[in-house]
């Protein structure tokens, strides 16, 4: 009993990874946001210019630190005499002889100094009034610089959906070819008996059997090549979307997706769409905005500068050796005057730069407007591309069940039954491949509108 429970322990895994997985298209997209490079990297670069932004905000608080300072000088930079304090006078001259004569017999010296050296510690506050708009327009950049990163992200999340999405249907319509060649090995077996059963009766030939016979072996090797086709692009997909796999398990992990639903271009597309509406355009338009933003940044160094502050702390001015705690208050106020003849040529020069971006976005947003109509021509070219395949599928199809009853009844040859059947299945092959293409056109058409 314990020898049977060991090997249920064993087996029963085994037989529950032999189960077929089905994986559906939203699946894969939902890994592909969360494991793909590009998508992960999009969204960093949105949570560092969100920080950027949060940054810029501290420019309209006070700039407070702690501040220390000292000083020496070679010689003092006070020094007061009798001449300075009396001026001078007759008796002010006379006074002054008099302090002379007496500091020298005294060892005095005739005059005070002081400020040789000096020292403090503090706190300081800078509180900017007026920079000339430098931090409002900080500001506001930082601001556009969330709304880009966010736009790029959207439209890296855009194209990586778009990738994944074609890479799926790739794998989905070899699904659905591999089924019509299993269709068809069933139809050839049967041929196969019919074949032998009219050869015993003296109405078929040799060679009719003989070419039945390759034609499956043709059909076995599409298969073999069509399986190995469809491990690679399965790799291939679970690579990108970070899907965990492996070699042995790929014939296991089926897309479960399917061509059968396909709406008409008429039922996809509803108004006018125009490139305003793409964030591509959105992009360009913020640059624009950027640039213009960027020339009163700019400008704004050049202007008049005030700001206020106050300090407070313990310090030895005077180098005397007294110490003590005090405060001041005080105002700058900083004007370029170098500058001033420079402001005519950095206006010119950021002028020039706004000019550039227009004429980008001017040019782009015509060329936007060409993608989204290429689009739209390509999503009803397909769509009628498929209503052809599908009329071509409807004739091969009463095609071979016309030859069918024929060869049964001795009427066509096995090599016109054959090329009815190689006509059918290469028909439904292009009718699948139409259908992938209608669903990628679908999927870039739905992506430049912003839908999911």
């Not at 979307?241 to 089926?254: A, R």
């Not at 009163?296 to 005030?306: D, I, T």
């Not at 208050?329 to 001033?340: E, G, K, N, Q």
Request: net charge negative; aromatic share 6%.
């Amino acid at each position: 009993m314990k020898i049977l429970n060991v090997l249920a322990a064993v087996m029963l895994p085994l037989a529950l990874s032999a189960q077929p997985r089905g994986i559906r298209l939203e699946e894969c997209l939902e890994s592909a946001e969360s494991n793909d490079m590009t998508a992960r990297n999009s969204h960093l670069d949105v949570l560092s210019a969100k920080e950027v932004r949060s940054e810029a905000l501290w420019g309209y608080f006070p700039n407070v630190g702690i501040v220390s300072w000292g000083y020496g000088a070679i010689n003092p930079l006070v020094k007061i005499t009798s001449h300075d304090v009396l001026g001078n006078s007759d008796a002010a001259n006379n006074l002054n002889e008099q302090i002379k004569a007496y500091t020298y017999e005294n060892g005095i010296k005739p005059y005070y100094e002081t400020a040789k050296y000096g020292y403090g510690i503090g706190v300081g506050a800078v509180q900017p009034v007026y920079m000339g708009g430098v931090i409002v327009n900080g500001n506001r950049l930082a601001e556009l610089g969330v709304q880009a990163s966010q736009i790029k992200e959207r439209i890296n999340l855009r194209d990586m959906r778009d990738t994944v999405e074609s890479k799926y249907w790739r794998i989905v319509a070899l699904q659905e070819k591999e089924i019509t060649l299993k269709d068809a090995s069933k139809l050839l077996d049967e041929v196969e008996k019919d074949v032998l059963s009219a050869s015993g009766a003296g109405l078929a030939t040799e060679s009719d059997l003989l070419n039945v016979r390759l034609r499956k072996k043709e059909l076995e090797a599409g298969m073999l090549k069509l399986r190995n086709g469809l491990k690679l692009l399965k790799m291939d997909l679970f690579n990108t979307v970070g899907l965990p796999y492996s070699y042995l398990s790929l014939k296991d992990m089926e897309l479960t997706d399917r061509l059968d639903t396909l709406s008409s271009p008429q039922e996809i597309m509803s108004g006018e769409d125009a490139a305003s509406a793409l964030d591509e355009s959105r992009l360009l338009a913020l640059n624009v905005e950027s640039a213009r933003l960027k020339k009163k940044l700019e400008m704004g160094k050049l202007k008049p500068q005030v700001a206020i502050g106050a300090n407070y702390g313990y310090n030895d001015l005077l180098g005397q050796n007294r110490p003590q705690f005090n405060g001041i208050a005080y105002a700058t106020v900083r004007i370029p005057l170098s500058a001033l003849g420079k402001i005519g040529i950095a206006s010119r020069k950021m002028d020039y730069q706004i000019e550039k971006a227009r004429n980008e976005q001017e040019f782009l947003d015509k060329q936007l407007d060409l993608k989204f109509d290429m689009s739209r021509l390509e999503l009803e070219s397909a769509w009628e591309q498929l209503g052809v395949s599908r009329e071509s599928v409807i004739v091969a199809e009463d095609a071979l069940k016309h030859i069918r009853s024929n060869f049964e009844a001795g009427l066509a040859t096995s090599s016109e039954f054959l090329q009815a059947e190689y006509s059918l299945r290469t028909e439904r092959e292009k009718m699948i491949d139409r259908m992938i293409e209608y669903r990628n056109a679908v999927s870039i058409y739905k992506s430049l509108r912003g839908e999911e």
